[in-house]
Each structure stands twice: as structure tokens, then as C-alpha cells.
């Protein structure tokens, strides 16, 4: 089993720039992909930005430019760096680590509990 946990949001004005953390534990654990997502009130969650284990990335048109994406192995760690915020970011955060158990074909995906990001105008 892999926990993972988010940090890092808060309030902030437009313009504005905040880091989110994503931090999974456990073994045995090979990460494929770490994906961001957000979910606004009354909204589906949407897909944000992927870093696969190779360190490509792919953002949301939407974040493009504004967002990075990043790793730190030696934390286990994900981040979203997010810049230039807008109200229209507002939502709740949430990262999923995708990966595979030695031995198995079967593809386990582990979500964190999300964390706030508001943005005032």
C-alpha cells in the first residue's frame, strides 16, 4: 500500500504563485506516471499536468506555461509549481501516483486526500 499525502495550498491573490507537495510512501512500489488533478465545486475533476517516470511532462492547456510539474526522487516527492494564478485555478488539488508492484501487471493508482488552492480577484 502507498499513502500519499498533499501540502501546499492556501489562499492567494491573483498573480499570485503557490507550490503544492505530494509525497508517497511505502516499497515495492515502481511509479509509472504522477499526475495532478483539480476538482472546482460543482465541477468534474479535471486532469492538471503528468510527469512520467522517464521526467517527461505534459500540462493542460489551460495551466500551460503557468504550472511545472517536478520531482524529487530522493523525497519521494511530486510538485506543482503554479504561477501567474488566476481565480478561475481555484479548486481542490489532488495528485495520484500510478505504478506497479514487482512481480504484477496489474496498474495501482494511489490518490491523495487534496489540498485547498483559492484564488481571490
Known amino acids: 500500500q502507498v499513502q500519499v499525502v498533499e501540502s501546499g495550498g492556501g489562499l492567494v491573490q491573483a498573480g499570485g504563485s503557490l507550490r503544492l507537495s505530494c509525497a508517497a510512501s511505502?516499497?515495492?512500489?515502481?511509479?509509472?506516471?504522477m499526475d495532478w488533478y483539480r476538482q472546482a465545486p460543482g465541477k468534474q475533476r479535471d486532469w492538471v499536468a503528468a510527469?512520467?517516470?522517464?521526467?517527461?511532462?505534459n500540462y493542460a492547456d489551460s495551466v500551460k506555461g503557468r504550472f511545472t510539474i517536478s520531482r524529487d526522487n530522493a523525497k519521494n516527492t511530486v510538485y506543482l509549481q503554479m504561477n501567474s494564478l488566476k481565480p478561475e485555478d481555484t479548486a481542490v488539488y489532488y495528485c495520484?501516483?500510478?505504478?506497479?508492484?514487482?512481480?504484477?501487471?496489474?496498474?495501482?493508482?494511489?490518490w491523495g486526500q487534496g489540498t485547498q488552492v483559492t484564488v481571490s480577484s
Open positions: 495520484k501516483w500510478s505504478g506497479y508492484y514487482s512481480g504484477s501487471y496489474r496498474k495501482y493508482d494511489y
Open positions: 511505502g516499497s515495492g512500489f515502481s511509479v509509472n506516471t
Open positions: 510527469l512520467t517516470g522517464g521526467g517527461n511532462t
